[in-house]
């Protein structure tokens, strides 16, 4: 069996998902790139979260043709391979449909950055990208054209839902839960009144100390 561990870690990833509530029933998926091989492993179409296991994974090329594997990719496989080819500093997708930040992608609406830990995760705005249909390489198209100029590792396309990236899967799912929390925050926030805004000189500042300085 083909990059055992890294099938082992995908697996275990997902599980974070429903935990951390941002996926419903088989919705949302988790990817990783092997920087040495170039393959990728991500998660079979229509399987349930609880029924994933490393063996069920699948394995495509960067191209998103199967090398290894039982079960169809998730159909979002195109796209995650489209992101991979034009970033080559991404090594880790998820893809969730969360309540709140899928709340603004509705309003084709970006997630204002008004919390500092969204300075420090994020370095400005979540933004939101275009509308695109499930299946082909679109929405990794609008993906990419979202995050190009941005510091943010996600974003939101309009009537889907979020997309995170990292240098690994594990980066990209704590981007991904990131969004939510914060998606919720801004939401609950809008209810009672308007956010007060952080000035873009204190969020540089917020978002060089959280990636320079911040932690071990």
């Given amino acids: 069996m083909k990059l055992a561990k ?6 275990a ?3 974070e998902l429903p935990n951390n509530h941002l996926v419903a029933w088989t919705s949302g998926n988790v990817s990783a790139r092997d920087p040495e091989s170039g393959l990728v492993v991500i998660k079979p179409s229509g399987i349930k979260f609880r029924d994933l296991t490393p063996e069920n994974m699948v394995i495509v090329d960067v191209d998103g043709k199967m090398v290894e594997g039982d ?4 159909s979002d496989t195109a796209s995650h391979c489209y992101i991979y080819r034009h970033r080559p500093d991404v090594n880790g997708i998820v893809h969730t449909h969360s309540r709140y930040a899928t709340a603004f992608a509705t309003l084709g609406r970006e997630i204002p ?7 420090d995760e994020f370095g400005g705005p ?4 275009g509308f695109a ?3 082909g390489e679109e929405i990794g198209q609008q993906v990419v054209k979202a995050l190009e100029g941005s510091h943010s590792p996600a974003c939101i396309l309009q009537s889907h839902g979020v997309f995170a990236t990292g240098a690994t899967a594990e980066k990209a799912v704590q981007a991904a839960v990131m969004t939510e929390d914060n998606a919720a925050i801004v939401w609950t926030a809008l209810q009672i009144g308007t956010p007060l805004t ?7 500042k917020l978002h060089h100390r959280y990636t320079h300085v911040y932690g071990q």
């Fill in 6 to 11: 890294l099938r082992a870690e995908v697996c």
């Fill in 13 to 15: 990833l997902h599980a």
């Fill in 126 to 129: 979540i933004p939101c990208g």
């Fill in 133 to 135: 249909l499930i299946g």
């Fill in 198 to 204: 952080i000035s873009d000189e204190d969020i540089a």
């Fill in 113 to 119: 950055c008004v919390t500092t830990a969204m300075a």
């Fill in 71 to 74: 079960y169809k990719a998730s």
